[in-house]
């Protein structure tokens, strides 16, 4: 459903539920099926399974990629993999309470209304080839509420509790990973700089305007003065200007600031970002930090959630009202979405299958087609195909 890109789990029976479909699957599962299951024989089944099982395949996919050094050259300075933290909706249960509204986050509306919504935090290994793989996810939900406890003290779930509870079980998954963490402004402060500290992670954090004020007034006051800690570097689109500042006091820790100014060639206003890192900055790293460091955080966002909220995989669908098989759900798109994009990169990227295709979807559209009319494999085809090893390449080529 996912990987053709159907965007409902109806349309499994109006898309998939054919003989020859089915036949296939029965060679592919090793068991005989009748016919392609229902959507809601899927649902079912998937509000009996585990969420912390299915989770722990994807992030196994994930471990076997790195461990067969498939993602060995898109490290950042050669060293860490780039790792982001986002997060995003992924179900709306409207207006009216529920059983399936237990735990969910709420918003009051402008109309008076409650919306009752489920959140996740993802978080996601990019590339600058526009790979978004995602390695681990914390589902937010409100605990129940005390007795006696008043609203103005009872904190609802959010991002920032996520990352503290997903961060370190990345770290336990993932134990001799070198890491860089692309954040956003949320995670600018001391806990989380002291929670890097432990788990010896790198990162890059975006500074906005307004945060860490002192720390910012401080960088403006020395860039002056250190006039040798600039790059100009030209892209085929752009002018940049990269300055940094080193050991900038914050509490009892130092932090070092690096800032790109993009100046577009076609004459359209210039876009500034600011980083604050554990790591030292030099004239030898100071690009590579911004411009395949920083400036992938984006990736999560472009490759990863939109493409999944408006490519055909209808991520804020609601698959199922039940909370276990919603999340259950939304782990299997991130499954299908992995499976995409590797697919995607071994058939050249998305230049070359846009090229030949017409669109991603256009390629996910004809993998449905195959599964309809093309002649079907034999048994010994399909046993061969499961016990051979499968060759990806992952071209390096960022353009």
């Not at 395949?57 to 982001?84: C, M, N, P």
């Amino acid at each position: 459903m996912f990987l053709c890109r159907l965007g409902s789990r109806r349309q499994i029976q109006h898309r998939l539920n054919t003989p020859r479909v089915a036949t296939y699957l029965s060679r592919l599962a090793r068991q005989e099926l009748a016919r392609v299951p229902h959507g809601d024989t899927v649902a079912d089944v998937l509000v009996r399974l585990s969420v912390e099982a299915l989770a722990a395949i994807r992030t196994d996919l994930v471990r076997q990629l790195i461990a067969s050094r498939k993602l060995e050259k898109f490290r950042l300075l050669g060293r860490d993999y780039l790792l982001t933290l986002d997060g995003t909706g992924h179900v709306v249960h409207g207006h009216e309470p529920s059983p399936f509204t237990e735990g969910c986050l709420t918003r009051k509306l402008s109309n008076g209304e409650t919306l009752y919504y489920r959140p996740v935090l993802e978080a996601k290994l990019v590339t600058r080839t526009r790979l978004a793989l995602s390695v681990e996810t914390e589902f937010l939900e409100n605990r129940p509420r005390r007795e006696k406890e008043s609203e103005e003290d009872y904190k609802q779930d959010c991002e920032l509790k996520g990352a503290y509870r997903l961060l370190p079980r990345l770290k336990e998954a993932f134990p001799e990973l070198s890491v860089c963490l692309l954040l956003d402004g949320l995670y600018a402060g001391e806990p989380f700089f002291a929670l890097a500290d432990r788990l010896r992670w790198h990162f890059l954090v975006v500074l906005p305007d307004g945060s860490l004020p002192t720390v910012q007034r401080e960088f403006e006051a020395l860039i002056a003065l250190q006039p040798q800690n600039r790059i100009l570097h030209a892209t085929k689109k752009a002018h940049q200007v990269i300055r940094w500042v080193n050991a900038i006091a914050y509490g009892d820790r130092t932090l070092n600031l690096l800032e790109c100014v993009d100046t577009p060639e076609d004459g359209s206003k210039p876009k500034r970002w600011l980083w604050v890192t554990n790591i030292p900055i030099t004239p030898d790293n100071a690009l590579s930090l911004a411009n395949e460091g920083g400036r992938q955080r984006w990736r999560t966002e472009n490759e990863g959630f939109n493409v999944q909220k408006n490519g055909g995989y209808a991520m804020e669908h609601a698959y199922a009202e039940n909370p276990t098989a919603a999340r259950n759900f939304y782990l299997l798109l991130q499954i299908a979405h992995l499976f995409a994009q590797l697919f995607e990169a071994h058939l050249g990227g998305k230049k070359d299958v846009t090229h030949e295709c017409g669109s991603l979807r256009n390629l996910a559209h004809d993998l449905l087609e195959a599964l309809r009319t093309d002649p079907l494999p034999s048994d010994e085809d399909i046993e061969a195909f499961l016990n051979t090893p499968i060759q990806v390449r992952l071209d390096v080529d960022s353009s």
